[in-house]
């Protein structure tokens, strides 16, 4: 079982950059995918990025493609989500998750494992 704690975000103006963390405690082998999902209030969970632990291949959503980077340190067992040139419509809570699949899914049902999310709120 894997259960992911995510750290950082916070408040920054827009143009501004923040980043957010995910540890992973428990067994992660090569066959997971970590993923970012972000839910802003009276809105649904959307997926932001994915990378998978072994071979690190890499998915964004098309509204953060340029301005986000995802990346892992499997010594760490972390994921990081890296921000740049935030906008207002980026504020939402920010959650990881993990499934353990090599596949990239972009649905919030196809993830067994969650953290409870960092908050990233971005003024105008």
């Known amino acids: 079982q894997v259960q992911p704690v995510e750290s950082g975000g916070g408040l920054v103006q827009a143009g501004g950059s923040l980043s957010v963390s995910c540890a992973a405690s428990g067994r992660i082998s090569g066959l997971y995918t970590l993923a970012w999902f972000r839910q802003a209030p009276g809105k649904e969970r959307d997926f932001v990025a994915g990378i998978t632990w072994t071979g690190g291949i890499t998915r964004y959503a098309d509204s953060v493609k340029g301005r986000f980077t995802i990346s892992r340190d499997s010594a760490k067992n972390t994921v990081l989500l890296q921000m740049n040139s935030l906008k207002p419509e980026d504020t939402a809570v920010y959650y990881c998750?993990?499934?353990?699949?090599?596949?990239?899914?972009?649905?919030?049902?196809?993830?067994?494992?969650w953290g409870k999310g960092a908050q990233v709120t971005v003024s105008s």
């Open positions: 998750a993990a499934r353990g699949s090599q596949i990239i899914s972009t649905s919030t049902a196809a993830y067994a494992y």
